[in-house]
């Protein structure tokens, strides 16, 4: 079987870099999603790339769960060697070419599909807090493609050394098509657009430039990569398929991100699903890391408004918070004003830099708004 591809990548219309890596060189192809601010994303996608591939090099077949293993210990060493990448972790839909199919290695959310006979099949499952929601009928697959915490995942690379690989073996069948992309594609382009375009466009290349075309044209909020491979009669030439890793285009400088609104309702949803989803997880006990880390709220500590890393909440008796900076504000003052009644029970932020605002906001609204009567 000859293999024939396909690959692009694109920042998107929102993020400043371009986290994701990916690979189409024969006979390996993959897609990394790299997270973690200071450019640790792009380092994180990159050396698990790089080290798939250094594993391979000279016809090498290593083990397939051995070398994730592998580039997820170079990830976590990486880390902590250099403490400006810490918290860095990656997806990783690995797919290698074998005598009679192909096999493939996935961590994360990126996905990959199959076009047979003009129907397109998920081959992945995504491993994020939402999938599982919709697996257990607690939200559907329309409500999970566009829930804001869609790209919280329940497993990375990067998070821990105790790592769990999914991996299975496909055969082929001449005139299979192989999509693997990013959750830049699939948040903003429906499977049945997918299939459309994996359809109507003959050519490997034309197709994945259209589909990054199609995420931009949706928003781009997210970076974008998609890796395309259409199996064909015949012998491997031998020549690599396409580029190899990818290089990533310094773009303009992108136009702001829409200011985020926060009424009050939004909040008390907001909670009500992360009292769910901190059920899950300690269910499941898993992600819990990379969740916790990344989420941020204002509440108090004695009295006091304060910033804290994590979620409101506890577990057993397991505080899912730790406190980051107090300040000399008392939440009684605050809570006065309607905007920050739930400040005693703590208002969510999406980032660090939310928090921070909010934080100020009430400061200079209470300046406003001089002291109680
Ligand atoms: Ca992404």
Redo the contacts with the bound molecule.
Sequence with gaps: MRVRAGAATDVGVVREQN??SYLASSPLFAVA?GMGGHQGGEVASRLVLERVEELHRDGDRPDLAETVHDANRRVLERAADDSALQGMGTTLTLLRMEDTGFRLAHVGDSRAYRLRDDELEMLTEDHTLVNRMVREGKLTEDEARIHPHR?ILTRALGVESDLQVDLAVFDVEAGDRILLC???LTGVVGDDRIEQVLRDEEDPQAAADTLVQEAIEGGGP??VTVVILDFEDGEEDGAPAAASLDAVEPEPPPPPAEPEERPRRRWRRWLLWVGIAVLLLVLAGVGARIYLNTQWFVGAHEGNVALFRGIPTEVLGYDLFTLEEETDVPVAEAARLQLYAELPEGIPAGSEEEARDLLRQIEEDLEETGPAP
Aim: no cysteine; net charge negative; glycine share 12%.
């Design positions: 986290e994701d999603d790209s990013s959750d830049g997210d970076n």
